[in-house]
């Protein structure tokens, strides 16, 4: 997913350039206030142009948090019927999807994903009762979340391992894709790899992107390789073979395998989890 601001009509035309699944036209934190209804008209015009050029890309609009003044304006005269998805920050409650979902009905776009924002304390301390009908995808706000909690960033991530993990885990049970935390140093390949590689390990199943310059890399991480996907196929052979012969449980290359790794391999090839 990657995100551009409202705001610069130029870069959102850009966007598809890179190659994302999905793009975010951004009215929130890259907006300043006075620059809040300039922007609604821009993302308004340049989604829907996008989403007709480009039938095969979702397009996004992350509007204001539910508690702003500019909510309500932005869900008016923002959104349309060519939206993939509306991304809304800061979901902390039940309540605050309730309110998501009646100002989208009332927009005459009720049936679009809801993308929601856990990136508060109470948002990851309530996320079970946040990702629920119409939320259909949900995203870890690392950066929103440390400030809230007064903690302090750190390269490694430990500070947010234990949030982050717990988004992860109610999006599996609820589920919600679950997209990973941004990379604010977009000019470090290394580091934006190292927590791609990471955000998936933990069950996340693609990235927020800042620049364009972070979405090949994001394609790379949670893509899987061609050797993966000729490692799952020759595991789910063997696998198979296994299980005609009444066995329940194989050794593949040097591993044990049983029908958890199998239900992987599956999952990594788009068969089945």
């Known amino acids: 997913m990657l995100f551009a601001p409202a705001s610069n009509p130029d ?19 890259a907006v300043p206030a006075d620059g809040k209804v300039a922007a609604r008209q821009h993302a308004r015009e340049v989604g829907e142009a996008l989403a ?43 309540a605050d999807v309730e309110t998501v979902a009646l100002a989208l009905e009332r927009a005459g776009v009720g049936d679009v994903a809801v993308i929601a ?21 949900a995203y870890f706000g690392a950066e929103d979340f440390i400030a809230d909690i007064g903690g302090v960033r750190t390269e490694d991530g430990t ?32 580091r ?13 199943r693609g990235k927020m992107c800042i620049h364009p310059a972070q979405v090949p890399l ?17 595991l789910l052979a063997a696998y198979k073979q296994a299980e005609l012969e009444g066995e329940g449980a194989i050794v593949f290359e040097g591993q044990m395998v049983d029908e958890p790794m199998a239900r992987r391999a599956r999952a990594l090839l788009g068969t089945g989890g």
């Open 192 to 204: 934006f790899l190292a927590d791609a590689r990471a955000g998936r390990a933990i069950g996340y």
């Open 218 to 234: 994001a394609n790379q991480v949670f893509s899987p390789s061609e050797e993966e996907q000729d490692w799952a196929r020759r």
């Open 159 to 190: 500070e947010v391992l234990y949030a982050r993990s717990r988004v992860a885990v109610a999006a599996r049970l609820a589920g919600v894709l679950a997209i990973d935390q941004i990379v604010p140093g977009f000019s470090d390949d290394d």
């Open 52 to 94: 007709t050029e480009l039938p095969t890309l979702a397009v996004c609009v992350r509007v204001n948090a539910v508690s702003s003044d500019w909510f309500a304006d932005d869900v008016r005269d923002a959104l349309g019927p060519w939206l993939a998805g509306v991304v809304v920050p800061k979901l902390d409650t039940r």
């Open 117 to 137: 924002g856990i990136e508060t304390v109470a948002g990851v301390a309530r996320v079970d009762e946040v990702l629920q009908p119409p939320v259909r995808m």
């Open 11 to 29: 870069v959102l035309a850009k966007l598809p350039r890179s190659g994302p699944d999905a793009v975010v036209i951004d009215l929130e934190d």
